[in-house]
């Protein structure tokens, strides 16, 4: 489902003397259906990067990387929307939303985007914020004054709305609690068992161990002048 | 499916000033672009010449009508053109008083566009310029105030029920938000995104917030000095700015 072939990237800071930062190459990696493969390595080795380069948040400088039958590296904008509306999901550590709407039509949003009916969406986001132990009085809220963790939560449950054949997981369990924790590796599971490809991120080495069927060490693309 | 707008090698310029130099991109029906840079360079210009508000030197802005299909707008003649900038086509001005009649009254506002295409029942008008007052979240008592009575974020979403309320496909949108303090622009910006999905409008938004255009745009380009620096995908552009320029305007926005 998702196979990076030597891709390489670098950043060039035009306004900072035009330095030119190699900061992958010859990266690779392939993820079938139903397995979760785990980014690992130390910070600033670039786990996030390769994990937005796929997701076409960052260009990529040359390589190829194909999701279903689609290229990132060289697709045009809206073929990755189409993506990321219908087969890419991506979870990120972050919670970006427009200030005022409330966090169950947050969570329906995606759903929505895809066609989905307004009560099926609303329905199904009302089951998530459920499972994920969000207090009912706070889905006609906006999240964008909710905790740490509550705020991670809405995002897992907004990423995992609709069934993505494959998903991103910037650190979905970073700020959560044990009970928590708990209901997101089961929700990965799930994923995994319908046939979903997912490329992770966990520092949390248990959850790692649990869900995640091999690790790859995202080190070894780091460029060798840059070490 | 076809692009709804396809714009090719759209040139003005001022005398020996350039306005906007060889601008060409596709515009796809449900698509939101926005294009920023700052004050002069040439996005206004370009705006104008898109909505035939302003004949460009060169290029076509070939439009998708829904009788007769691609028709260059720019070679069209004047009653076609205003037709479709009735019908197919809405403007909302940075300034709502650009866009409204100021000694009308709201619901007049909003029934005269509807009158332009032809409704004549009165009861009829009134009814739904009511109803396009409350989707833009304005209380029905105020149907018959002026314009010159409301606030500025009231104006502004009158402006947009006037332009909406014919049902357009295409949506230009000339600093939509600028001028107003940041909690009417967060209302309005929900406003316009709810609008924009529910109708399945395309619309292009110039401004040069980019806060504005991370939350309505789907794709991005970037202008300076008249010219297209940059374009891409919305969240690209603005995470990994390839250009120089769209570095410095990235970097340069203040952290709250």
């Given at each position: 489902?998702?196979?990076?072939d030597?891709?390489?990237?670098?950043?060039t800071?035009?306004?900072?003397?035009a330095?030119?930062?190699?900061?992958?190459?010859?990266?690779s990696?392939?993820?079938?259906?139903?397995?979760?493969?785990?980014?690992?390595?130390?910070?600033?080795?670039?786990?996030?990067?390769?994990?937005?380069?796929?997701?076409?948040?960052?260009?990529?400088?040359?390589?190829?990387?194909?999701?279903?039958?689609?290229?990132?590296?060289?697709?045009?904008?809206r073929?990755?929307l189409?993506?990321?509306?219908?087969?890419?999901?991506?979870?990120?550590?972050?919670?970006?939303?427009?200030?005022?709407?409330?966090?169950?039509?947050?969570?329906?949003?995606?759903?929505?985007?895809?066609?989905?009916?307004?009560?099926?969406a609303?329905?199904?986001?009302?089951?998530?914020?459920?499972?994920?132990?969000?207090?009912?009085?706070?889905?006609?809220?906006?999240?964008?004054?909710?905790?740490?963790?509550?705020?991670?939560?809405?995002?897992?449950?907004?990423?995992?709305?609709?069934?993505?054949?494959a998903?991103?997981?910037?650190?979905?369990?970073?700020?959560?609690?044990?009970?928590?924790?708990?209901?997101?590796?089961?929700?990965?599971?799930?994923?995994k068992?319908?046939?979903?490809?997912?490329?992770?991120?966990?520092?949390?080495?248990?959850?790692?161990?649990?869900?995640?069927?091999?690790?790859i060490?995202?080190?070894?693309?780091?460029?060798?002048?840059?070490? | 499916?076809?692009?709804?707008?396809?714009?090719?090698?759209?040139?003005?310029?001022?005398?020996?000033?350039?306005?906007?130099?060889?601008?060409?991109?596709?515009?796809?029906?449900?698509?939101?672009?926005?294009i920023?840079?700052?004050?002069?360079?040439?996005k206004?210009t370009?705006?104008?010449?898109l909505?035939?508000?302003?004949?460009?030197?060169?290029?076509?802005?070939?439009f998708?009508?829904?009788?007769?299909?691609?028709?260059?707008?720019?070679?069209?003649?004047?009653?076609?053109?205003?037709?479709?900038?009735?019908?197919?086509?809405?403007?909302?001005?940075?300034?709502?008083?650009?866009?409204?009649?100021?000694?009308?009254s709201?619901?007049?506002?909003?029934?005269?566009?509807?009158?332009?295409?032809?409704?004549?029942?009165?009861?009829?008008i009134?009814?739904?310029?009511?109803?396009?007052?409350?989707?833009?979240?304005?209380?029905?008592?105020?149907?018959?105030?002026?314009?010159?009575?409301?606030?500025?974020?009231?104006?502004?979403?009158?402006?947009?029920?006037?332009n909406?309320?014919?049902?357009?496909?295409?949506?230009?949108?000339?600093e939509?938000?600028?001028?107003?303090?940041?909690?009417?622009?967060?209302?309005?910006?929900?406003?316009?995104?709810?609008?924009?999905?529910?109708?399945?409008?395309?619309?292009?938004?110039?401004?040069?917030?980019?806060?504005?255009?991370?939350?309505?745009?789907?794709?991005?380009m970037?202008?300076?000095?008249?010219?297209?620096?940059?374009?891409?995908?919305?969240?690209?552009?603005?995470?990994?700015?390839?250009?120089?320029?769209?570095?410095?305007?990235?970097?340069?926005?203040?952290?709250?």
């Amino acid at each position: 489902m998702i196979t990076v072939d030597n891709v390489s990237k670098s950043f060039t800071l035009h306004n900072q003397a035009a330095a030119t930062i190699p900061v992958m190459v010859g990266a690779s990696l392939q993820v079938k259906a139903g397995e979760c493969v785990a980014l690992v390595g130390q910070s600033g080795s670039g786990k996030s990067t390769l994990m937005r380069m796929i997701y076409g948040n960052y260009l990529t400088a040359g390589g190829r990387i194909m999701v279903g039958d689609l290229d990132v590296a060289v697709a045009a904008p809206r073929d990755i929307l189409a993506l990321r509306r219908y087969t890419l999901g991506y979870v990120s550590q972050f919670l970006r939303v427009v200030p005022r709407v409330p966090t169950v039509e947050v969570v329906a949003e995606p759903l929505l985007a895809t066609g989905t009916d307004r009560s099926a969406a609303i329905a199904r986001a009302e089951v998530l914020l459920d499972n994920l132990n969000i207090p009912e009085r706070l889905w006609s809220l906006s999240p964008t004054t909710f905790s740490g963790g509550e705020q991670q939560r809405v995002n897992i449950a907004r990423g995992f709305a609709h069934n993505y054949p494959a998903l991103l997981l910037d650190e979905p369990t970073a700020s959560l609690d044990g009970v928590n924790r708990e209901v997101v590796m089961s929700m990965i599971e799930e994923a995994k068992a319908r046939g979903a490809s997912i490329v992770g991120i966990f520092h949390d080495e248990a959850a790692r161990d649990r869900v995640c069927d091999r690790e790859i060490d995202v080190t070894g693309f780091t460029p060798r002048a840059a070490i | 499916m076809n692009p709804l707008l396809n714009v090719t090698g759209v040139s003005k310029s001022y005398g020996d000033r350039i306005g906007c130099k060889d601008v060409s991109f596709d515009l796809y029906p449900g698509e939101v672009m926005g294009i920023v840079g700052e004050s002069g360079s040439g996005k206004s210009t370009l705006l104008s010449c898109l909505a035939g508000h302003l004949g460009p030197d060169t290029g076509a802005v070939n439009f998708d009508t829904r009788i007769a299909g691609m028709r260059d707008t720019i070679t069209m003649s004047e009653p076609e053109r205003r037709m479709l900038s009735r019908t197919d086509w809405a403007f909302v001005h940075q300034h709502a008083r650009d866009g409204l009649r100021m000694n009308v009254s709201a619901g007049g506002n909003v029934g005269e566009r509807l009158m332009a295409v032809g409704a004549r029942h009165y009861g009829e008008i009134r009814e739904q310029a009511i109803d396009w007052l409350s989707r833009v979240e304005i209380n029905a008592d105020r149907v018959d105030d002026r314009p010159s009575a409301f606030s500025g974020g009231m104006q502004q979403r009158l402006q947009i029920a006037r332009n909406l309320v014919t049902g357009p496909r295409l949506v230009f949108m000339d600093e939509p938000t600028g001028g107003l303090d940041v909690s009417v622009q967060a209302r309005l910006l929900d406003l316009l995104r709810g609008l924009v999905r529910e109708m399945n409008l395309s619309a292009i938004i110039v401004t040069h917030d980019l806060a504005v255009v991370r939350l309505l745009a789907d794709r991005l380009m970037v202008m300076k000095d008249g010219h297209v620096v940059e374009t891409g995908l919305t969240d690209q552009v603005l995470d990994d700015p390839q250009h120089g320029y769209t570095q410095l305007l990235v970097s340069s926005v203040l952290q709250v």
